[in-house]
Structure formats: structure tokens, C-alpha cells
């Protein structure tokens, strides 16, 4: 659609300069969009691989809980938790991405996780308990997967309509305007030409 400005070379001029601004502005979202697509890409296989893995440990996790609570009662299951020396600490900081502000979380663990005795418990309970300790890490950094993946698709989506404003509407709104005006003007240097020859033969003929 053509923009709605005076033919004249100024304001061709411009536009010009314009339809070169929004052409380098369009190349470097593109590329903005390329890089958080791969980034996109590449994110979302470490994630699935992530889920895949916490999925299989957490069956496996699951069936030694199992096995050992029928040799464990609830309150005796209950008590030796009590004994562990285990502590985590969740720390949450934030971490740029293409000017997106994302949590970065880290987990710190301290003490042992099995503090009881062998014969106070079983081992299918025993290796339950170590292997969901292990595993935590996996889970938190699952999730702050996630929330990089949200925060791109987001990104994603907004770099992607600038683009396709610049690429679909504006460049060629302003490509069409100065094609219009430099043919106005082409058009008005003709009329003048013809006129100037008008006003010479009405000289000579006198």
C-alpha cells in the first residue's frame, strides 16, 4: 500500500534512506530469529533427553520404594529421614539471553543422605533415597530448561511479527511510494519539458 506523502525528491530522498534502515533492521532480526530458533531447537532436545531420563530413573525409583516399604512402615520410613544429615539449598540468579532476563538455578547439597545404620533399614528404601538425591539435580535443571524454552518461544514469536511487518508491510509500502514518486516526478519533468518547448516556439513565432 502506498504511503500517503508528497511526490517530491526530498521526501524521496527520504524514503530512500528509510527503505535502507528498515532493510538493515530486517536482516538483523532475521538473523536474531535464525540464532533463537537453533538456540530453540538445541534446547528443547536437552530438555526431552532430560525428561526421558528422569521419567526412567523415577520408575526405577519408584519400584525400590516399593520394595522397600513392604519391610518399612510408614513411621520407621518417617524416622530414618529424620536421621539424615542430607541439606539442599536452592539458588535462584538470573542469566541473560538475547536481553531476556532468565532464572538460573543451582542446588548445593550438604551431609550424607543415609545416616542411619545398614540394619535399621533395607537396601531397596537405602538406594531409593540416594538415587532421588542424585536425581534432584536433573529435575531443577529440567525446569530452568523450561523456562528458557517459554521465554524463546515468546521471543520467538514477537522478533518473527517484526519481521514479517518489515518484510510484508513497510518495506514494501515504502518501495511502492518511492517507485510512485519517481515516476510523479518523471511526470512533471516531462510536463515541464513540453512546456519550456511551448514557450519557445511562442518566442520565435514573435
Known amino acids: 500500500?502506498?504511503?500517503?506523502?508528497?511526490?517530491?525528491?526530498?521526501?524521496?530522498?527520504?524514503?530512500?534512506?528509510?527503505?535502507?534502515?528498515?532493510?538493515?533492521?530486517?536482516?538483523?532480526?532475521?538473523?536474531?530469529?535464525?540464532?533463537?530458533?537453533?538456540?530453540?531447537?538445541?534446547?528443547?532436545?536437552?530438555?526431552?533427553?532430560?525428561?526421558?531420563?528422569?521419567?526412567?530413573?523415577?520408575?526405577?525409583i519408584l519400584s525400590l520404594a516399593i520394595a522397600g516399604s513392604a519391610f518399612l512402615s510408614d513411621e520407621k520410613a518417617s524416622g530414618l529421614a529424620a536421621l539424615s544429615h542430607a541439606r539442599l539449598f536452592l539458588e535462584m540468579g538470573v542469566k541473560n539471553l538475547f536481553n531476556l532476563k532468565l532464572p538460573d538455578f543451582h542446588i548445593k547439597r550438604f551431609g550424607e543422605v543415609i545416616a542411619h545404620k545398614a540394619p535399621?533399614?533395607?537396601?531397596y528404601w537405602d538406594r531409593a533415597v540416594e538415587e532421588v538425591s542424585d536425581l534432584l539435580p536433573k529435575i531443577i535443571l529440567a525446569g530452568s530448561l523450561l523456562f528458557e524454552i517459554q521465554a524463546l518461544c515468546?521471543?520467538?514469536?514477537?522478533?518473527?511479527?517484526?519481521?514479517?511487518?518489515?518484510?510484508?508491510?513497510?518495506?514494501?509500502?515504502?518501495?511502492?511510494?518511492?517507485?510512485?514518486?519517481?515516476?510523479?516526478?518523471?511526470?512533471?519533468?516531462?510536463?515541464?519539458?513540453?512546456?519550456?518547448?511551448?514557450?519557445?516556439?511562442?518566442?520565435?513565432?514573435?
Not at 532493510?23 to 538456540?39: A, F, H, S, T, V
Not at 518473527?160 to 509500502?173: G, T
Open 120 to 123: 535399621e533399614s533395607v537396601i
Open 154 to 206: 515468546m521471543e520467538i514469536a514477537s522478533t518473527r511479527r517484526r519481521v514479517n511487518s518489515l518484510e510484508y508491510i513497510m518495506i514494501p509500502n515504502i518501495t511502492e511510494t518511492v517507485k510512485y514518486i519517481n515516476f510523479k516526478l518523471e511526470e512533471m519533468e516531462r510536463a515541464n519539458t513540453v512546456r519550456l518547448m511551448k514557450v519557445k516556439e511562442i518566442v520565435r513565432s514573435h
Open 1 to 60: 500500500m502506498r504511503l500517503n506523502v508528497n511526490p517530491t525528491r526530498m521526501e524521496m530522498q527520504r524514503l530512500k534512506k528509510s527503505l535502507v534502515l528498515a532493510r538493515r533492521g530486517w536482516k538483523m532480526l532475521k538473523d536474531k530469529q535464525d540464532e533463537l530458533m537453533r538456540l530453540f531447537l538445541e534446547k528443547k532436545d536437552i530438555f526431552f533427553k532430560l525428561y526421558r531420563e528422569c521419567n526412567g530413573e523415577m520408575r526405577k
